[in-house]
């Protein structure tokens, strides 16, 4: 019951007040405005899990999908030719002449559409081909391999992570499998679930760059709180699709995203803001989650930080004003959903 009057009650158009102009960021003057999702893929809807990794690279032109039903199919195994030009273009590589290109591999023709990007992936000594002379561009790319060409062709430098920590032997993959452990490329279901010869569906490779992305750019403010946003504004169509997990997940990277915009400028007004807000998401998936549970004075309790972290949020930044008013008025709806008293927020000192 409390799910239900939860869902149809609350999350009213998040999605919509960005799109109107929401910009917690403009006083300092890092970004004027951000278009609302000028790419998008007909099988990746706005509770798909890798949507913003997916539609981040989209948006700047370096996913197309399939043209001819407008698909991305995230799910379908990444080919060697593909991650080839994604993981070029992912690292800012410009595109190969294609006039240059020479016969390194038995079966890498010179009129294929991947041929200069394969040549440009060996140049580089992001791959190498097999032993027979072959590249086997067709071939699926298991997680590793991908997360090799990845970390190749972005120049990481993996040389201290060769040991495995249980004293295994270590393999070849043992460096970049390790790296993305330790620098958080790969969640922690994912660090004890991942099989070596597991191939790589397109949607979580695209994910596992995108990952990549937020850890280089990460002194980056302007990307960051872009970023921020974005996962904010997925709260609630995860939430509206019964998805808490992938809410609370996008809750908590949003702080995480507007923290180290805050660490990267302490005294900005405007990310402090930002991070404000953030943490009234996250706290109002904790009041959400509580209430699923049936934590009903828990919840009640994190619907009331909501309201002082959106109090905070426009005491920090007084652009931030229409979303303030969206997160207390959702934590307006638990607390009387769960019978708790509002507490009144207080001044930041």
């Known amino acids: 019951m409390y799910a239900r009057l939860f869902l149809n009650r609350c999350w009213l158009s998040l999605i919509g007040l960005i799109a109107l102009g929401f910009l917690f960021w403009t006083s300092s003057g890092a970004l004027a405005q951000t278009p609302v999702e000028p790419k998008s893929f007909t099988d990746i809807p706005q509770s798909h899990a890798h949507r913003i990794a997916i539609l981040y690279f989209a948006n700047a032109g370096i996913l197309t999908g399939y043209s001819d039903e407008n698909t991305f199919r995230p799910d379908q195994p990444l080919k060697r030719a593909e991650a080839v030009k994604f993981v070029l ?22 009129e294929s559409w991947f041929a200069p990007w394969v040549i440009r992936a060996k140049d580089m000594g992001i791959v190498a081909g097999l032993p027979d002379g072959r590249f086997a561009p067709g071939n699926n790319v298991t997680t590793v391999e991908f997360l090799k060409m990845l970390f190749a062709a972005h120049k990481v430098d993996v040389s201290d992570f060769f040991q495995n920590p249980e004293g295994a032997k270590p393999e070849w993959y043992t460096p970049y499998l390790n790296y993305a452990k330790n620098a958080g490329i790969l969640e922690q279901e994912e660090k004890t679930s991942i099989a070596p010869d597991a191939l790589v569906p397109r949607g979580q490779a695209v994910e596992l760059a995108y990952r990549l992305a937020l850890l280089l750019k990460a002194s980056e403010n302007a990307f960051l709180l872009e970023q921020a946003e974005q996962w904010m504004a997925a709260v609630e169509p995860y939430v509206t699709a019964s998805k808490a997990n992938l809410a609370k997940k996008a809750s908590s990277l949003a702080v995480d995203l507007t923290q180290q915009a805050l660490k990267n400028a302490p005294a900005d007004a405007a990310t402090l803001g930002a991070a404000k807000l953030a943490r009234g998401f996250d706290e109002l998936m904790n009041a959400f989650i509580a209430g699923l549970k049936k934590d009903f004075p828990l919840a009640g309790t994190k619907a009331n930080l909501v309201i002082q972290k959106a109090h905070e949020a426009y005491w920090a930044n007084p652009a931030t004003e229409q979303i303030a008013k969206y997160l207390k008025d959702r934590a307006r709806e638990i607390l009387a959903q769960v019978g708790v008293a509002e507490v009144t927020p207080v001044d930041p000192g």
């Open 89 to 110: 273009l992912a690292a800012g590589e410009p595109a190969p002449d294609a006039a240059l290109f020479r016969s390194d591999f038995l079966d890498v023709p010179a």
